[in-house]
């Protein structure tokens, strides 16, 4: 009878630990961005972009997050998800030469997640990158 008693002691610790695992994960999020015009304004200068993101998670989930450049990162934001569960993010970029280009919405808490790049290439009369 001893080893059962330490056998129903080592699975009631095992299942406890695994419940406070799961309580402890962070909650699953999901991120989408799209651009307004991937092929850039051919003959158009300055050429302005805008970027509509979606970030998908629990309501009242507290998220940090921000845009990435190939020219380098933006300033990072933090916000809650809505309770219709999806917070809508926008960004614009104005670009005054030609050449390819991207970006992408990178929520940094509570999960980390990385949306899609979205390329796009801006065709200024006689710019170049």
């Given at each position: 009878m001893?080893?059962?008693?330490?056998?129903?002691?080592?699975?009631?610790a095992?299942?406890?630990?695994c419940?406070?695992?799961?309580?402890?994960?962070?909650p699953?999020i999901?991120?989408?961005?799209?651009g307004?015009n991937?092929?850039?304004g051919?003959?158009?200068?300055?050429y302005?972009?805008?970027?509509?993101?979606s970030?998908h998670?629990?309501?009242?989930?507290?998220?940090?997050y921000r845009?990435?450049?190939?020219?380098?990162?933006?300033?990072?934001?933090?916000?809650?998800?809505?309770?219709?569960?999806?917070?809508?993010?926008?960004?614009?970029?104005?670009?005054?030469v030609?050449g390819?280009?991207?970006?992408?919405?990178?929520?940094?808490?509570?999960?980390?997640?990385?949306?899609?790049?979205?390329?796009?290439?801006?065709r200024?009369?006689?710019?170049?990158?």
């Open positions: 001893r080893s059962w008693s330490k056998f129903l002691v080592i699975a009631i095992f299942a406890v630990l419940a406070a695992a799961r309580a402890a994960s962070p699953p999901t991120v989408t961005i799209h307004s991937p092929v850039g051919a003959g158009t200068c300055p302005t972009e805008l970027f509509n993101g970030i998670g629990p309501v009242g989930a507290a998220i940090t845009f990435e450049r190939s020219t380098g990162n933006e300033e990072t934001h933090k916000a809650t998800i809505p309770a219709s569960g999806v917070k809508s993010v926008v960004d614009t970029w104005t670009r005054h030609s390819e280009v991207w970006e992408q919405l990178h929520v940094l808490t509570p999960t980390d997640v990385t949306s899609e790049k979205v390329t796009f290439h801006p200024c009369p006689g710019g170049s990158v």
